[in-house]
């Protein structure tokens, strides 16, 4: 049977807030939901169907891919493939599944795109910084480790699906992509097992397909990134797209005033600054995911050439807390009180 438990609000990690409207006008068809911790954070997917055990098996299906890739791309595993690469840097290609190949190839892509604001091999900074205790590290130590961080330095071997780093000490991190790659093949999953409709929250990265049971798209809220969980800047409808976003309020701490945040600049080493969130719409969830992480790395002026040049539909918060919506975003914000 389905798991209805709700998640109190304390435990929520989403940075977009789902929100489901509506009753069904056709009794066939309900909305199911349920939610494992996985990928290091809560996940959620809702489907429509006429059926319990259809939806429950279809859920279960698309959990299971969640749960493979995460087995292959966590830099906590250290028998992930992911893990195996960083064992190997320098030394050795590695020969990893077709997901993998396919996520970092799309990983260095955006990087390319992105001028290096998205690095996949920013995982030698990444491993200084601790947002749970607090420590900020030294400037010596960052700059030491900024030449291992440099995406141009990943090889492929289309021949067998291999991947090398090409120097000791570099490390991959996909924490910035693998959530929206997930989102997109558990929305896959859901498809070939029949799902017509559905949500995949990995955390932030929220990707849609269908229609809710009323024929309405799908709400999803952008979170305000000073208040609490629950209070939205934005609501979206959307239909067959997914959403995702980067901002400073998950992982931080503040010493002397300073907030010190996950999103890294690759050039620096240092949190990035001018933004408190970004959130990127597109039709696949791991371009939303890199692109939001790119778009607030590079800050206001950059990041707006970006959006621009790519046509992205983007919602961003500048760091006083003013906004900028894209002409081709607002069409899809609907009033706060439906």
Excluded at 9 to 32: A, M, R, T
Aim: net charge positive.
């Amino acid at each position: 049977m389905l798991n209805f438990t709700l998640l109190k609000k304390s435990h929520i990690l989403f940075l977009l807030v789902i929100l489901i409207y509506g009753c069904s006008h056709e009794p066939q068809l309900k909305v199911y939901k349920k939610f494992r911790i996985v990928m290091d954070t809560v996940v959620t997917i809702t489907v429509v169907s006429p059926s319990e055990k259809d939806a429950e098996t279809a859920i279960n299906a698309a959990f299971s891919v969640i749960e493979r890739l995460d087995k292959s791309l966590s830099v906590f595993s250290p028998d992930s493939e992911i893990s195996k690469i960083n064992k190997s840097a320098g030394v050795d290609f590695v020969k990893v599944s077709e997901d993998t190949y396919q996520l970092i190839n799309a990983a260095i892509k955006i990087a390319q795109v992105s001028d290096g604001a998205f690095d996949p091999t920013i995982g030698p900074i990444v491993n200084l910084w601790d947002f749970v205790k607090k420590v900020k590290p030294h400037p010596d130590k960052i700059r030491d480790r900024l030449s291992l961080v440099n995406y141009k330095d990943v090889l492929f071997d289309d021949s067998d699906m291999s991947v090398k780093l090409k120097n000791k000490g570099m490390a991959l991190d996909l924490g910035g992509i693998a959530k929206g790659f997930a989102a997109d093949k558990a929305v896959l999953s859901l498809k070939t097992s029949g799902i017509k409709a559905g949500i995949v929250a990995c955390a932030g990265d929220i990707k849609v397909f269908g229609k809710k049971p009323d024929m309405k798209n799908w709400l999803v809220g952008i979170r305000s990134p000073r208040g609490k969980p629950e209070d939205l800047n934005a609501v979206l409808s959307l239909n067959d797209l997914a959403v995702s976003t980067s901002g400073d309020y998950e992982r931080y701490f503040i010493i002397n005033d300073i907030r010190y945040h996950h999103l890294l600049d690759p050039k620096t080493g240092s949190p990035a600054i001018g933004f408190q969130s970004v959130s990127i719409v597109n039709t696949q969830g791991v371009n939303t995911d890199s692109l939001s992480t790119a778009v607030f790395v590079l800050g206001p002026q950059k990041g707006l050439e970006l959006v621009n040049k790519m046509k992205l539909m983007a919602y961003m918060v500048y760091s006083d807390g003013s906004v900028y919506v894209t002409d081709n975003l607002k069409e899809l914000i609907v009033p706060m009180d439906k």
